[in-house]
């Protein structure tokens, strides 16, 4: 398994709550992106980032910002959590020179409440 | 933009059966396709892509640019290929857009 690490890997937080979730990689890969993964719809793309402090949004990236100081650490906030951000969240991390192949970590279970 | 469809959110089949999971995009262009597997609360794995044309736990699947399909198969399906499947489609290098996913259960 690619070495990726999300943290935490569950939690309850309330409503109107900022929340922080973590993505830390050990591979050096450049790309980094964070997906929500909900059911009926798959993963969607919240955010990715092509380098540090190089970042974009995705499909689905209203609520949500991320930051990517060092080339290991991809972080994901929720300003302001409301309920339908509940969902599970999932890192991933691909680099130049394995054909793209993107590779996820464990995933984050987050519930708004 | 590209879209990538999987039409069945469940898929049931005996052990032994052969299994069929659809995937159609929508891409003008040439895109890159993948599959996905996801164990019970796991993560996703990757279980084959079409540039390499190889078999991975006795699945298969062809790339058909004239129909847009990517159609995953396995002539007799295990009890342990019970997961999530999710086809996927690349088509900026990097990032990938996945479809809805189904879920196979393989039954005794």
């Known amino acids: 398994d690619a070495g990726i690490t999300q943290s935490p890997r569950h939690k309850v937080t309330e409503t109107g709550t900022p929340v922080t979730l973590r993505c830390h990689q050990t591979?050096?890969?450049?790309?980094m992106y964070w997906y929500r993964q909900d059911p009926g719809h798959g993963l969607r793309l919240i955010h990715y980032s092509y380098g540090v402090k190089d970042t974009d949004k995705g499909e689905v990236s209203d609520g949500y910002s991320v930051s990517r100081s060092k080339t290991e650490d991809f972080l994901l906030t929720l300003e302001s959590a409301t309920s339908s951000q509940t969902s599970v969240y999932f890192c991933?991390?691909?680099?130049?020179?394995?054909?793209?192949?993107?590779?996820f970590g464990e995933g984050s279970w987050l519930t708004v409440v | 933009a590209q879209r990538v469809t999987q039409p069945e959110k469940l898929l049931s089949v005996f052990k032994g059966a052969p299994v069929e999971l659809k995937c159609n995009y929508s891409y003008s262009g040439s895109p890159e396709l993948f599959w996905y597997v996801q164990y019970s609360r796991q993560r996703l794995q990757l279980l084959l892509r079409h540039i390499s044309r190889e078999s991975i736990k006795g699945f298969t699947a062809d790339l058909n640019k004239g129909e847009t399909s990517f159609h995953l198969k396995k002539p007799f399906a295990q009890e342990e290929d019970s997961a999530m499947y999710y086809c996927?489609?690349?088509?900026?290098?990097?990032?990938?857009?996945f479809g809805g996913g189904t879920r196979l259960m393989v039954k005794p």
């Open positions: 996927a489609l690349s088509v900026a290098g990097n990032m990938l857009t």
């Open positions: 991933a991390i691909s680099g130049t020179g394995n054909g793209n192949t993107i590779y």
């Open positions: 591979e050096n890969h450049r790309y």
